[in-house]
């Protein structure tokens, strides 16, 4: 079992660190203690599985994924290999998701500090998205391991033939080259350690961001 982690309450405003403040950011006061975390990269990375550890471990946690804010096939454009595209941002509803973001930012809760986790695979390429987090988590496997784990995993729509390489890969290697180009500021996490080891070491951080941004305050 993970033991709760629980920070004292106290009035706080966070710093964006990194890429530049959306206005909802800039302007969100709230009376206890609010973090918002990106948890991204690439696919069958584990994301969605570090999140849920996370979840375990924090008092007044939620976890918002990515993948349902898809708009359905008939909206999604069809690529030159007959592919879905659906590695895309156009694939998305991301106005949907960052309103979702900012209610939640924008829910008063007395009761204790308050952590929102972010989950999904392409988080770090849309700005008004960039602007919302506090850390950005990126965790990267290479080629080979992910193709492995996404084989082993079933899809609906099933991934067609040659799918990964002709366009989740290429897709991938496309939104992370943005990202860098922007200089978006990210935490790289490497995906082939154990997920334990992955764990400790985010659940670490988030614990020391949380304590130094309640330091600051005082």
């Known amino acids: 079992m993970v033991a709760k982690f629980t920070i004292p309450k106290r009035t706080v405003m966070i710093p964006l660190q990194g890429h530049s403040k959306s ?13 918002v975390v990106g948890i991204g990269g690439v696919t069958n990375g ?10 375990s471990a924090f008092p007044r946690c939620r976890i918002i994924h990515q ?3 898809f708009k359905p096939p008939e909206q999604v454009a069809i690529g030159e290999h007959g592919f879905y595209q659906y590695d895309v941002l156009e694939a998305l509803n991301m106005d949907a998701m960052v309103n979702e973001i900012q209610r939640w930012m924008n829910t008063e809760d007395m009761e ?12 770090y390429t849309y700005p008004p998205l960039i602007a919302v987090f506090d850390r950005r988590y990126f965790i990267q496997v290479p080629y080979e391991e992910s193709k492995r784990r996404r ?23 496309l939104n992370r080259r943005r990202m860098e180009e922007e200089q978006v500021d990210v935490v790289y996490l490497d995906g082939t350690k154990p997920t334990e080891d992955l764990f400790d070491h985010v659940l670490k951080d988030i614990k020391e961001l949380l304590v130094n941004c309640n330091n600051e305050n005082y």
Do not use: N
């Open 151 to 173: 084989s082993t995993r079933t899809y609906f729509p099933p991934d067609p033939s040659s799918y990964f390489d002709d366009h989740v890969w290429p897709m991938y290697k």
């Open 23 to 35: 206005k909802a950011r800039a302007e969100f006061r709230s009376s206890v203690m609010s973090l």
């Open 67 to 69: 993948d349902t804010f």
């Open 46 to 55: 584990g994301k969605t599985t570090l999140a849920q550890r996370l979840l």
């Open 112 to 123: 204790c500090p308050r952590l929102l986790i972010v989950e999904g695979f392409l988080l």
